[in-house]
């Protein structure tokens, strides 16, 4: 019985982690496109281009916001199977509101330092993520061979 309950727990946190690398490739992939247009508006790409990057920027953030609340249960979910793990994504909202506000060579390089940062801090939980799953299906493996 006890093998059936810690089963059942594996699958219930591979699932969470699934979950949360669903939203993180989401916050990617926005950051990816986010900085793309960052960079044309480094190149002097005007008040059109700012409206585009910060579209991006603040899907990115509810993909991220997801993503943070994906992990926690990911987490729960974890200390269920003995397992912990903490992961916090952020961006920083003053950038975004400096980008368009005053939109200028300086501010929209460090805006884009931000999105930089932000891309590889979910491209860190993504690998913390995938290694803990990668654990919890050894683990999985292990009881159906038993």
Same mark, same amino acid.
């Given at each position: 019985?006890?093998?059936?309950?810690?089963?059942?727990? $594996?699958?219930e946190a591979l699932a969470a982690g699934?979950?949360?690398?669903?939203?993180?490739?989401?916050?990617?992939?926005?950051? *990816?496109?986010?900085?793309?247009?960052?960079?044309?508006? $480094?190149?002097?790409?005007?008040?059109? $281009?700012?409206?585009?990057?910060?579209?991006?920027? #603040?899907?990115?953030? #509810?993909?991220?916001?997801?993503?943070?609340?994906?992990?926690?249960?990911?987490?729960?979910?974890?200390?269920?199977?003995?397992?912990?793990?903490?992961?916090?994504?952020?961006?920083?909202?003053?950038?975004?509101?400096?980008?368009?506000?005053?939109?200028?060579?300086?501010?929209?390089?460090?805006?884009?330092?931000?999105?930089?940062?932000?891309?590889?801090?979910?491209?860190?939980?993504?690998?913390?993520? *995938?290694?803990?799953?990668?654990?919890?299906?050894?683990?999985?493996?292990?009881?159906?061979?038993?």
């Amino acid at each position: 019985m006890a093998y059936e309950k810690e089963k059942k727990e $594996i699958l219930e946190a591979l699932a969470a982690g699934d979950e949360a690398i669903y939203h993180l490739e989401g916050a990617q992939n926005m950051l *990816n496109s986010a900085g793309n247009w960052g960079i044309a508006d $480094i190149l002097g790409g005007g008040l059109f $281009i700012s409206m585009i990057k910060r579209n991006k920027m #603040r899907e990115a953030q #509810r993909e991220m916001d997801e993503a943070r609340e994906a992990l926690r249960a990911f987490s729960r979910e974890l200390q269920d199977v003995d397992r912990a793990m903490d992961i916090d994504l952020d961006l920083d909202g003053f950038l975004g509101f400096a980008d368009f506000f005053f939109d200028n060579f300086m501010v929209d390089v460090m805006v884009q330092s931000r999105i930089s940062d932000a891309k590889r801090q979910v491209n860190e939980a993504i690998e913390q993520v *995938n290694d803990v799953c990668d654990i919890l299906d050894g683990m999985l493996r292990r009881y159906e061979k038993a």
